[in-house]
């Protein structure tokens, strides 16, 4: 099985349900400003307790060569 390598991370995470609406979009906007980058993995993650809620996408990326 090979491993994925990567050179750096970008952590998208919020809590307000206006921020998660539009967490797509922002992270849309950031793979257009960084086009020199290659996703090579990624992570979902969602935690909640009684009043909030959180979601983080977290992008594993490498630099194109």
Do not use: P
């Amino acid at each position: 099985m090979a491993v994925a390598s990567f050179t750096g991370v970008k952590v998208f995470s919020t809590t307000l349900a206006r921020d998660r609406e539009n967490m797509g979009e922002n992270i849309t906007k950031w793979l257009k400003e960084n086009s020199q980058v290659d996703i090579v993995d990624k992570v979902v993650t969602q935690s909640s307790d009684k009043e909030f809620h959180c979601l983080t996408i977290t992008l594993f990326y490498r630099h194109k060569v």
